[in-house]
T-cell receptor, first 113, second 115 residues
Framework: DAKTTQPNSMESNEEEPVHLPCNHS???????IHWYRQLPSQGPEYVIH???SNVNNRMASLAIAEDRKSSTLILHRATLRDAAVYYC??????????????FGTGTRLKVLA | GAVVSQHPSRVICKSGTSVKIECRSL??????MFWYRQFPKQSLMLMAT?????????EQGVEKDKFLINHASLTLSTLTVTSAHPEDSSFYIC???????????FGSGTRLTVV
């Protein structure tokens, strides 16, 4: 299974940008890079995904390295509500052909007021 | 957008009893759903893949006789924790994908406490 590596925790000040890195050196050519976040006692929430090009949406931006072995989730202005565990996931294709999500340890983001 | 509903959100049961958790896709059909378990301060661990109309596929180390999965319709999968013990206390989460979208949607989770 393709694996991802993320820092265990990061801190940011409110209203400032946050760059959350993810390494995925064993990514295959057809793996999508997905980012989710999980608030306490809730299920994960979709943030953004991409394949090769950088992506933007209302929540965040995703910067993907040219060799696709790493990516960075960018929150342009962190708010207290962005405090969560952020997971970088490669869409893994199981032996049955079903695409599965394999979660790594994630990054716990703390936002300081 | 796609919505996945999980019920109950919290359940407390006595040791030795069974508990059923439901996962429903509310506005789309899902031939495949996934069940995860999450212990405190840990990441989500995939337990099994639920397949509509056929047997579930379990991840290595997950007891299929203890965690019974039924996916009888295109919008409902159930996970039954049989003969629950305190070590089964955990946060159980399901997910599904609307095939019109690339991403998966997760339920809000079920907090199981076995006393």
């Amino acid at each position: 299974d393709a694996k991802t590596t993320q820092p265990n925790s990061m801190e940011s000040n409110e209203e400032e940008p946050v760059h959350l890195p993810c390494n995925h050196s064993t990514i295959s050519g057809t793996d999508y890079i997905h980012w989710y976040r999980q608030l306490p006692s809730q299920g994960p929430e979709y943030v953004i995904h991409g394949l090769t090009s950088n992506v933007n949406n209302r929540m965040a931006s995703l910067a993907i390295a040219e060799d696709r072995k790493s990516s960075t989730l960018i929150l342009h202005r962190a708010t207290l509500r962005d405090a969560a565990v952020y997971y970088c996931i490669l869409r893994d294709r199981g032996t049955s052909g079903t695409y599965k999500y394999i979660f790594g340890t994630g990054t716990r983001l703390k936002v300081l007021a | 957008g796609a919505v996945v509903s999980q019920h109950p959100s919290r359940v407390i049961c006595k040791s030795g009893t069974s508990v059923k958790i439901e996962c429903r896709s509310l506005d789309f059909q899902a031939t495949t759903m996934f069940w995860y378990r999450q212990f405190p301060k840990q990441s989500l661990m995939l337990m099994a893949t639920s397949n509509e109309g056929s047997k579930a596929t379990y991840e290595q180390g997950v007891e299929k006789d203890k965690f019974l999965i039924n996916h009888a319709s295109l919008t409902l999968s159930t996970l039954t924790v049989t003969s629950a013990h305190p070590e089964d206390s955990s946060f159980y989460i399901c997910s599904a994908r609307d095939f019109g979208q690339e991403r998966y949607t997760f339920g809000s989770g079920t907090r199981l406490t076995v006393v």
